[in-house]
């Protein structure tokens, strides 16, 4: 799901629009395998008898709540949180049914530090740390992709902001 267009002022144009990375859903798969073996098994390994129907009722029911909090839950706020610079400011967009944003202008922006372990580094990912001079000081997005090319481009587009800036203080 791409971030709207409609999100977005006039004259700014998207230079990056991410989801975390695809790490984040790799428990959520191992959960859906299992489970779904796992209530496939109890389902036929039910003894026949006039309660079987129950039985694989509660089979059916117990796998739809486990796979609900487990394996959807963990999918929709993977689809539903977005990373994105555009050439003026860094959003952040979470949440499934109530949304969380957060905007942090190019220009305040102060420092950007990436960090990733060893298995991050492996796949490709890693936390942004982007501090701001604002009052909430820092924005922290995890599970990154490609954390080490996002942090030089958007160190570039600060750099480009603020040559922008003092272009138009030396006016």
């Not at 694989?56 to 990373?83: D, K, Q």
Request: positive net charge; hydrophobic residues 50%; charged residues 25%.
């Amino acid at each position: 799901m791409a971030f709207p267009a409609k999100l977005l002022a006039e004259d700014e144009r998207l230079v990056l629009d991410l989801h975390p990375h695809w790490k984040a859903l790799v428990s959520p798969a191992v959960t859906l395998v299992l489970v779904l073996g796992a209530a496939g098994f109890a389902a036929a390994a039910l003894p026949e008898g006039r309660y079987q129907g129950w039985g694989r009722l509660g089979v059916v029911v117990v796998a739809v709540a486990l796979l609900g909090a487990y394996a959807l839950r963990p999918f929709l706020r993977w689809v539903t949180t977005h990373f994105v610079v555009t050439d003026r400011r860094v959003l952040v967009r979470t949440g499934i049914l109530a949304r969380t944003g957060r905007d942090v202008p190019l220009s305040r922006i102060n420092d950007i530090t990436f960090s990733h372990t060893l298995l991050e580094r492996m796949l490709g990912c890693g936390t942004l740390v982007v501090e701001s001079a604002g009052e909430r000081g820092q924005v922290v997005l995890h599970e990154v992709p490609a954390v080490e090319s996002v942090q030089r481009r958007l160190y570039d587009l600060v750099e480009r902001t603020d040559e922008r800036m003092r272009g138009f203080r030396a006016e």
